[in-house]
Nanobody
C-alpha cells in the first residue's frame, strides 16, 4: 500500500508559477514510476508528466517547456514545477504512483489560473 498526499495548488494569474508536491508513504521502496495527471469536470484524466525510478521523464505536448517534474527519492516526494501558466491549465492535479502494476492516486489539488 502506498499513500500519496498532494500540496501546492492554488490560484495564480496567467503567466505565473506554482510548484506542486506529492509526498508518498507506505511501501515507498516498491514505487517505480511517479506521475502527475490532471482532470477537468466531465473530462478524462490526462497525463501531464511522468518520471521513472531512474529519472527519465516524459511530458504531455501541452506542457513541454513550461512544466518540470522531479523526484527526491530520499524524501519520497515528487514535484511538478509549473511555469508560464495558462487558463487552460486550470484543473485538479493528481499524483500517481505505480507499484508492481498497481496504480495509486492522491486526492488531488486544485490549480486555478486566471486570465
Amino acid at each position: 500500500q502506498v499513500q500519496l498526499v498532494e500540496s501546492g495548488g492554488g490560484l495564480v494569474q496567467a503567466g505565473g508559477s506554482l510548484r506542486l508536491s506529492c509526498a508518498a508513504s507506505g511501501s515507498v521502496v516498491s514505487i517505480s514510476t511517479m506521475a502527475w495527471y490532471r482532470q477537468a469536470p466531465g473530462k478524462q484524466r490526462e497525463l501531464v508528466a511522468r518520471i521513472g525510478s531512474g529519472g527519465n521523464t516524459n511530458y504531455a505536448d501541452s506542457v513541454k517547456g513550461r512544466f518540470t517534474i522531479s523526484r527526491d527519492n530520499a524524501k519520497n516526494t515528487v514535484y511538478l514545477q509549473m511555469n508560464s501558466l495558462k487558463p487552460g491549465d486550470t484543473d485538479v492535479y493528481y499524483c500517481n504512483a505505480l507499484v508492481f502494476g498497481i496504480n495509486y492516486w492522491g486526492r488531488g489539488t486544485l490549480v486555478s489560473v486566471s486570465s
